[in-house]
């Protein structure tokens, strides 16, 4: 997928910090325009983490067809690299058969990886090598794999947990195999030039806004059972080593559940989390300046934005 393979095809993006509505603005959207949603969201390829993910129900979808959502177990690999060739192969399919094709989510690296000229050809696993790594991690703890990653690549150290032996080995591993550390590959910074004819807009509101109604989220996820659905994870043998147990609101509650903290503690860490989680996300995607913002602060601004995005997809599509 180099270069101007693509450069024609539609693509609409609706990214943001979490908690702005992207969802149910995309699946308004969609369903005016005769789109087709493609989850950009790391959390919610894994099935049975639907509560803290905030998943989007079958009522929610609207009707609306919605990829790479409930793809794989917690515990089995998924990664960008992935998640870039299948939205890639999905996009194609979407337009092959004349519909929109809208990804929506806030996981900016996934976004990012697959409309720009990303390349993780070159990066494949070592079945031999992964296992020498992981005798390491038995033999001598997982600080020693961290300590290796961050001699030879501080960044990507830098963005891990100590004990995320996953992330760390597959970050080794690249090393090894192209000479390269694997932040070489995310050039946060340097938005290229995409390879769609893209439509990127980002849902934005008043910080305090903001983070108030992520507090309210959190709170309904756990009157919707959020502690029952960590804990049944924890029964069904996930551990909370693995990335996907690691997540927003699982790592917290299965903190409590494990006797680590209390419930009120964990939930006012996660609430803490999330905050931070939305501002880095900010952080992020305003180096993108490809992005539209659009604010969902005012009574109505939803239905303005929907109206914003279909107006803005139908004339472009016309032209196509």
Known sequence: MKGTMQENLPLVVITGPTATGKSDIGVKAAAIVGGEIISADSMLVYRG?????????????????????????????????????????????????????????????????????????????????????????????????????????????????????????????????????????????????????????????????????????????????????VARLLRMGFSTELSSMRGLGYKEIAAYLTGAMSLDQAVDVLKRNTRRFAKRQLTWFRRDNRIRWLSVDQPGSQEFIVQEITRTVAGVSKGL
């Open 49 to 229: 983490m639907d509560i803290g993910t905030a998943k989007p129900s079958a009522e929610q979808m609207g009707g609306i067809t919605h990829h790479l959502i409930d793809i794989v177990e917690p515990d089995e690999e998924y990664n960008v690299s992935l998640f870039q060739q299948q939205a890639r192969s999905i996009i194609k399919d979407i337009i092959s058969r004349n519909k929109i094709p809208f990804m929506v989510g806030g996981t900016g690296l996934y976004i990012r990886s697959v409309i720009d000229d990303y390349d993780f050809s070159d990066t494949g696993g070592d079945e031999s090598y992964r296992k020498a790594l992981q005798n390491v991690v038995v033999e001598r703890g997982p600080e020693s794999l961290y300590k290796q990653l961050s001699e030879i690549d501080p960044l990507t150290a830098k963005k891990l947990h100590p004990r995320d032996v996953r992330r760390i080995i597959r970050a080794l591993e690249v090393h090894k195999h192209t000479g390269r550390p694997i932040s070489s590959y995310h050039t946060l910074d340097r938005p290229g030039q995409p390879l769609y004819n893209l439509l990127m807009f980002g849902l934005t509101m008043e910080r305090e806004a903001l983070y108030k109604r992520i507090e309210q989220r959190v709170d309904l996820m756990l009157a919707a059972g959020l502690v029952e659905e």
